[in-house]
């Protein structure tokens, strides 16, 4: 299986759970946060009856990228099996099996190789309390984003209390 098939499989297996959302692409010229936009978007247009009345979110690409940092690997592929595994307003909850979510979130990375850059909204551990700078309209969203080998990943989950 060429790397696109495969990071295409990965994603969508990872983002099985409702209110996660997931896209890949070719590396391009475009701003990684550009690719978070995107995706944020998709979410807002799917989930806007459940964002609170009159909530906004960042609209411009710019935005995005003011709520992005980097974080490292380690701290990536944990940010992407919970994204996917766990619900972001309820963090005891599962959406799926963590084992899965974690040996499709190391494929992805391992894919994008060991020189991949990955950002986050997310500052803090997973269960030990956490911050993140907004990316959409929800009370609660989570990105974790990559570009590596040729490649840009993001990973999504949108959620309201």
Not at 77 to 83: A, F, I, K, R, Y
């Amino acid at each position: 299986m060429h790397d696109e098939d495969l990071l295409a499989t990965l994603l969508v297996s990872l983002a099985k759970a409702p209110r996660v959302y997931s896209r890949w692409c070719w590396s391009s010229g475009e701003d990684l946060a550009h690719h978070v936009f995107e995706a944020a978007k998709v979410a807002e247009e799917q989930w806007a009856h459940d964002a609170v009345k009159g909530a906004m979110g960042p609209s411009s690409v710019s935005e995005i990228a003011a709520a992005l940092g980097p974080v490292d690997r380690d701290a990536a592929l944990e940010l992407m099996v919970n994204l996917s595994a766990s619900n972001l307003v309820y963090p005891n909850h599962t959406h799926r099996d963590r084992a899965h979510a974690a040996r499709a979130a190391e494929r992805v990375v391992s894919v994008l190789g060991p020189t991949a850059e990955w950002f986050s909204n997310i500052e803090g551990s997973w269960l030990n309390g956490r911050a993140w700078d907004p990316v959409t309209m929800f009370t609660f969203d989570g990105v974790i984003a990559g570009r590596g080998a040729g490649f840009v990943v993001v990973l999504l989950q949108v959620g309201e209390d």
